[in-house]
Structures are given as C-alpha cells and as structure tokens.
C-alpha cells in the first residue's frame, strides 16, 4: 500500500467537518420561496374597502410589493408604519389581507393609516396558500410583468429595507428601459 | 373507563367502515371522513390522506409534519390535503401542487434527482467502498502472513509473527544502522 493512501480517512474527515462546520451557519428558517421568477398566481378576490373584484391583471404595468397582513399579525404592525412610510416615498404597496376578520381591518387601516393603492380580503387564505405564505408578514416585489421576483418574510424595516430597496430600483429601471424600447418606434 | 369508550369507538368506526362504505383517517385526534367514491376508493384515499399528511412537513415549522403541527399554516394545508384527497387527486398531483408553493422544503421524502442523488445513495456508496476497501487491506494481510519472506520487504509490521529469532536480529540491525543516517552502515556508525 503506497503511503499516501493512509491519509485518505483523514482527508474524509476533514471534509465531513467543513460540510458540519458550514452547517451550524445556516438559518434553517430561511426556506427558498419556490415562487421566485414564476408568475404570480391568477386571482379574483374583492377588496378590503370597496368589495371591487381585482385579478392578476390589476397588478400589471408597474413594479410592485405585494404585502400579505393580518390584525391578529403582531409583526405586522411592527412594519405597518414603515409601509406608510414608503407609500409616501411613492412606492406602490399592494395589501393581501390574509385570513382576517373585515372589521377589524377596516379598523387597523383607518387607525393606522393605509399604504395600500388597495387590499385584497383573502379571507380563506386561498390565494395566500398559491403564493406559497407560511405567516404575515411576507412581502413579495413583483416587476411589471407581473412576475415574482423576490420573496422577503417577516416585517421590512428601516434596517433591512436597503436591499430590497436595490432589488426594488432595478426592477424600475428593468421597467422603465423595456417600456422605451416598446415606445420608440411609435414616436 | 377509557378502555370501554375507545372499544365502543373503535366498534362504531368498524360499523361505519363496513355498514356505509365510509373510510376514516384519524390525524391528530381529528377524523377525517371518506364518503364520495366507492368502498374501496374511501379505503385507499383515508390511506393516502394519512400517508401524505405524515410525510408532508409544515413550511412553517423545523421538524414537524402536517399531522403533528398545529400552526395556522398547517391547518390550512391539512384542509386542503383532505379536500383534494377527497376528489380523487393522486398523490404526484398533490405533491406537486405543495412543491410548486412551499418548495422542496416540505418533502419529507425528497425527490429523487440530480441534486438529491447523492442524499439516497451516498450512505450505500460510502459503505460498498467501506468493504471494499476493508476486503482489499484483509486480502493483502493474508497474501503477507502467506509468504513471510516477501512481507518483510513490504510491510514488517503485519508479518513480525511469522520471523525467526536470527531475523529479527538482523531486522533490528539494519533498522538500527539505517535510523541515523540512510546511507551510513553500522561499522560507520560504531566509529563516530
């Protein structure tokens, strides 16, 4: 047997600890969305406000976060006035009211303030359960096709807004820059 | 007490069972009732329920499967296990409707593919080479123990059994003249 071959357990081994050493690194929490860069789910769902019926095709034409609240959503009103915050900023927020008693929405949106061009009342949890949401808050940001380009859970604030904000501007200049080429020929 | 109960229990489900041709699936304390196809359709589909609702692992949760959680989440999806087992939907078509939300997360027995290969049969390759390569030390010691004269050469160790007194002297000499100085012999050595 040549001598080299009897360091082969050791080098296993070493191995075998990096692949543990990484292991007790990772959030098992942090589940990869199966949605990303799919389209969003087709619905039909009326709204929280006005019982208007909104489909998929209302949430095209524009880059979008769609965020999925609840009142009984603790998290939720941890980031509720950031949400405001950023709809003053001119960012559109569409609101998936998620397995939530209406009154106690309307209630929550008149107290709070409303960052939401509109709410859609997932009462069942129907919709929510083809977006693949494990709880509130979950925010999606959807670019102007339509299609879900990145997942964030739990609430966005100041502190972790600064890369979603990026994600968020490429996605505008995706837009703006897709919305020229198709311009220029008719001008 | 209890034990009367659960019989009595146990003889109703029975009666259910065979009198209306009802299959029940108990997860979690809660049953499950399977009224639409035939007696053997309800039969097979409480099965699959409780089989799927076992290995389908609740997105929300670190280590619990659909039947044992008890977050919101799980209880929507167990809902929507039961509706769709219900209608008769196979158990592919139900996986893939959950994959294609929660992701591969959820599988319990995750799918057998590129990325998961080495998952299913990493254990078996490693213990097939494990055998091998305890064969091939085992077959190589026995070829030495053969042939003493030869082993020396090769592998002192596994062959000092089988050596004379007057070799080992020798052995010990050479190793001893050798030990210093690789090319120096033992009359050198006496000498410095």
Not at chain 2, 92 to 100: L, P, Q, S, T
Request: hydrophobic residues 40%.
């Amino acid at each position: 047997m040549k001598r080299w071959t009897l360091f082969i357990p050791l080098v296993i081994f070493f191995l075998l600890g990096f692949f543990l050493w990484r292991g007790l690194y990772l959030n098992p929490k942090d589940v990869p969305s199966a949605l990303v860069d799919k389209d969003f789910p087709e619905f039909s769902l009326p709204t929280l406000l006005s019982q208007e019926t909104k489909t998929r095709d209302d949430l095209l034409g524009q880059v979008r976060l769609v965020n999925v609240w609840g009142t009984w959503c603790i998290s939720c009103k941890v980031e509720h006035p950031f949400l405001v915050e950023l709809a003053q900023q001119g960012i559109s927020i569409v609101g998936i009211n998620y397995k939530d008693d209406n009154d106690a929405a309307k209630r929550w949106l008149d107290d709070l303030g409303n960052p939401y061009v509109f709410s859609v009342d997932d009462e069942n949890g129907d919709l929510s359960m083809d977006l693949g949401v494990t709880g509130a808050p979950e925010t999606f940001i959807l670019d102007a096709n339509g299609v879900v380009r990145h997942k964030h859970q739990g609430p966005i604030t100041k502190g972790n807004w600064g890369p979603l904000k990026t994600i968020y501007d490429g996605l505008v200049q995706e837009a703006n820059l897709a919305n020229g080429l198709k311009q220029e020929p008719n001008k | 007490m209890m034990n009367l109960m659960s019989a009595v229990r146990f003889i109703t489900v029975l009666l259910f069972m065979f009198g209306a041709q009802v299959s029940l699936a108990i997860v979690d304390g809660h049953e499950y009732v399977f009224e639409e196809g035939s007696a053997i359709e309800n039969q097979s589909r409480a099965q699959l329920f409780k089989q799927l609702a076992e290995e389908l692992r609740c997105p929300k949760c670190q280590n619990q499967n659909l039947a044992d959680s008890n977050a919101m989440i799980a209880q929507d999806l167990r809902r929507e296990l039961y509706s769709q087992v219900k209608e008769g939907k196979g158990a592919d078509d139900i996986v893939d409707f959950m994959v294609n939300r929660y992701g591969e997360f959820v599988l319990y027995r995750p799918a057998l593919n590129e990325k998961t290969i080495f998952l299913w049969y990493g254990p078996i390759a490693l213990l097939v080479l494990a055998l091998l390569v305890f064969i091939v030390v085992v077959l190589q010691r026995r070829k030495a123990a053969a042939s003493p004269e030869q082993a020396v050469k090769k592998d002192n160790e596994s062959a000092d059994e089988n050596i004379s007194a007057a070799e080992q002297q020798r052995i010990d000499q050479l190793l001893q003249a050798g030990s210093d100085n690789g090319q120096s012999t033992a009359p050198h050595k006496e000498g410095e």
